[in-house]
């Protein structure tokens, strides 16, 4: 199973980049799927979380209402749409595969849940 993450890269405060991660190698349709990062120094935090269908998603507090995960299945990609860029959002972007359909809760929260990851996208956002 591979992820490929992209979409990173520098940007200035306020941007809109988004990421993709394109999957292969499993039914892409089968699993929960996640967005992770992680800032210089700091431990790999939750961001946001799919159901298989896309109807279900999940947010970490400091992204909600900014951010907005998606998936189109039929291209097997996960998407992270980000938007009003801060500094602090500067991190390397992970995409991971979950063991489930579904996502759930606490587990979705901690990197142990997931079964398949992403080599990272690096986001760095300029003031």
């Known amino acids: 199973v591979q992820l490929q993450a992209s979409g990173g890269g520098p940007v200035q405060a306020g941007g809109s980049p988004r990421l993709s991660c394109a999957v292969s190698g499993q039914t892409f349709s089968d699993y929960a799927m996640a967005w992770f990062r992680q800032a210089p120094g700091k431990e790999r935090e939750f961001v946001a979380a799919?159901?298989?269908?896309?109807?279900?998603?999940y947010y970490a507090d400091s992204v909600k209402g900014r951010f907005a995960i998606s998936r189109d299945n039929a291209k097997n990609t996960l998407y992270l749409q980000m938007n009003s860029l801060t500094p602090e959002d500067t991190a390397a972007y992970y995409c991971?595969?979950?063991?489930?359909?579904?996502?759930?809760?606490?587990?979705?929260?901690?990197?142990?849940?997931?079964?398949?990851w992403g080599q990272g996208t690096e986001v760095t956002v300029s003031s």
């Open positions: 991971a595969s979950d063991r489930y359909r579904d996502s759930y809760y606490p587990d979705r929260l901690f990197s142990h849940a997931y079964r398949y």
């Open positions: 799919i159901n298989w269908s896309g109807g279900m998603t």
